[in-house]
């Protein structure tokens, strides 16, 4: 099952930049580990923002949870989840 | 080049249902034309909302705008346009 | 799969009042059949308003919106779908 | 009488991590024990989100808001309360 | 129990003058019938808009919506309801 | 005169506790010597909010702010105000 | 007592064009009288919108009421009242 | 003086398709008149909405609004004027 | 020129009262030497607000802000702008 | 390729002043750099607020980020994308 999801990051002022240095490798790497593992189908940048637009594709909104709440990140990111299903006008496969 | 974009469609009250029809039937060719062409490259229904989201994958902003504002229900829908780049995080070598 | 769904009825000024009853009869067949066959987990009125809280059981966001987008209602509603998993601190068994 | 309230929990960066753990513990506590006695009906988790939407079966909005501001969590959590009443449609007896 | 309630009225254009006037003239009696009855306990006009703040002493939710939603004016009101309960600092024996 | 106030208390994370409950104690006092003298005529609790909605029956706009600005929780508090006056369909005499 | 109010004026497409001009002509004529009687105190147009910003000098929130809801654009204008007092730095002894 | 202004084109459904096409090419006349008075100095289309972006080098807000307020298109928009000076990073000799 | 200006001041919890007292005290007298040359026409305070509405008489942009951004409280405030002109109706010969 | 960006500076209390002046000359070198090679076509103050409003030109929504994310002041300021594209009435050529 897919889900749209939006993460905004807010770093708060005055975080330690060596932590949240450590913060990010981590989050990279299971941001490529679950993209490998075709969890996490798509993963783009908002040009200008801090922030990304990302397609899961999960058993369920369980799972998704369990993905996204413990990523590195989620203490300080803004998210947004929008359960997507199959448009009766795409002619792709796999998007759905 | 991506954009995001996402379509929620409102159609007013007292809209012909035939002459909507028809601009339902175009619309769609038209979709499946463009995804045929790989312009229209992501497109997902929103769950329980006449909405959707879409990547698109053109030239540049102005091929955008040619393509989204001559749709046959464009008059009909609320349109946000999102500007995408590569996730430096990101695996997928199309996803850019 | 737990879907949180909140539906705000707006009927524009001038629409038929008997074809309107027509539809409102035809949704609450519709809303009853759900609740029993188990996909319409719950259905409350927000006091005060001609909007609804419901919580759906379904297979996935393909069911939800199969089963939303063809109510009778659906093109006077505003709705809006919040995806829910199980607390970790909830101890009611069925409540996932 | 059942009110729907969602809380988001907003957890301010510098807050004491062994502390915010206990605050967790005994909030959980206070969950089980209010769901065990009917007051707290369901508890659900916003997939994505440190929220959950929550249905309350209480005297009156005054037993609301005693059992609700006493959460040990209460001072960061964002919250919103809607009064529900039986929806005519509805089919199931304790919905109300 | 008692409920603030915010209602704004907006009158689409078109509505027929004679069927709005009589609608205005039972909503009148009902608003004063209603506070004999002590049900509606208060009722101001917010000062340059065509809108009411009252508060409400029913029974329960159910009592509130069956009140509010057979309004003559209820299809073209846009209402917000909040449940009340004692302030520990009021001095007012009957605003709870 | 009457004003509908709306106070929502946004204590930052850090305040001093001891500062704080003796900024809380003179406030109870204020509130309830302003009741005393008719000037703060309602102050209800909003269910589940650190919040209040309050009538004051002043002078003007000058003694209402003078009023409120100087409550020792002023500058934690979003202050909302409405002004009010007497509703055509009242019935009761003390509502303006 | 001063309040500030601003004013957007919405006109529904379909109203009858010379009915329109008729209520715009004692529009003017109301507000011309007003301002003479020293009640509008200002009146001020927001460059590139059909919106006003104003300053009434009224007695209190009822004067205001009587004199904002009979203007002939009443029923097409969106309207926000703000109650004002004199500023402690103000230096102009007619603010007030 | 240089005013930035956006303008969101938002036709009723039911205008008189003729009627508006007259519009939307006196429209054109009007802008490409003022744009090669210098009056109108940047006007950009925002991709895939019906929209523009627009920036006036116009002597006050008086003539702003005499320019603005009697484009053919004027009741169809909603209108943003946001107020320009020069940047003190600014290199360019002509953007102020 | 007029500018309509709306500041909403909001000190971050933890400033020094003695350096903020100080500031407030600089910002008051610019605010009065500014109003005594007449570039600060109207100064009011929004009941129950730390807040201002405030009408600004200068060249241009640019001398706006050149006079708001050096204001001791600058740091502190949002500030909205509005451009304002001659209402047509204004009977008021210094309201331009 | 032309975006309009919008950039809100806020900064929160407590950054170090050195520091920060430090960052706003390094911008600003860089805001002039960039401007002299093309790429920063346009850059406006908004007056009365810490804020700017701009046009770039540059390759595609990659380089926009590249350029954006990278300013000194990034971490404090909200960013706002619009992609841009020629207008059908523009008369400029090289506003597109």
Request: charged share 25%; proline share 6%; glycine share 4%.
């Amino acid at each position: 099952m897919l889900f749209h999801v939006r993460m905004d990051v807010r770093v708060p002022h005055g975080v330690d930049p060596a932590w949240l240095d450590e913060l990010k490798r981590t989050e990279r790497e299971r941001a490529q580990a679950l993209q490998s593992q075709g969890k996490w189908r798509h993963l783009w940048r908002i040009a200008g923002q801090y922030s990304n637009i990302s397609v899961f594709d999960v058993a369920d909104a369980q799972e998704l949870h369990d993905l996204v709440s413990t990523l590195p990140l989620f203490p300080f990111m803004d998210i947004q989840v929008t359960p997507l299903c199959r448009h009766p006008s795409s002619v792709r496969e796999d998007d759905s």
